[in-house]
């Protein structure tokens, strides 16, 4: 079992930065698939990025691509998604997910919402 614990949310204006962190209880989080995903209200739950394993590979939808921006610190099992340039249509409330996979790249997983484990969440509202 991993539990998984998103921080690093809130208000922001057009244009702000914001780092979300997702910190895991797992003690090899090296060998997880980590991915990102928000929700809107009223809209269903968005894939926006992951990170393979090792860092071998990294994905990002078209919404965000070039605006955001994750990686990995396995010694400190956390997983961060450096977010620039933010619009008021970023504004969600945003989830990280883990599974365990040593091998394959991420892209699948976000695709097919193949994640084992997930976050509480962590709001982030961008206004204008």
């Known amino acids: 079992q991993v539990q998984l614990v998103e921080s690093g949310g809130g208000s922001v204006q057009v244009g702000g930065s914001l780092r979300l962190s997702c910190e895991a209880s797992a003690s090899s989080l090296r060998y997880y698939v980590i991915g990102w995903f928000r929700q809107a209200p009223g809209k269903d739950r968005e894939g926006i990025s992951c990170i393979s394993s090792f860092d071998r590979s990294r994905y990002y939808a078209d919404a965000v691509k070039d605006r955001f921006t994750i990686s990995r610190d396995d010694a400190k099992d956390t997983v961060y998604l450096q977010m620039n340039n933010l619009r008021p249509e970023d504004t969600a409330v945003y989830y990280c997910?883990?599974?365990?996979?040593?091998?394959?790249?991420?892209?699948?997983?976000?695709?097919?919402?193949?994640?084992?484990?997930w976050g509480q969440g962590t709001q982030v509202t961008v206004s204008s």
């Open positions: 997910a883990a599974v365990i996979d040593g091998l394959h790249e991420c892209s699948g997983y976000v695709i097919g919402d193949g994640f084992d484990y």
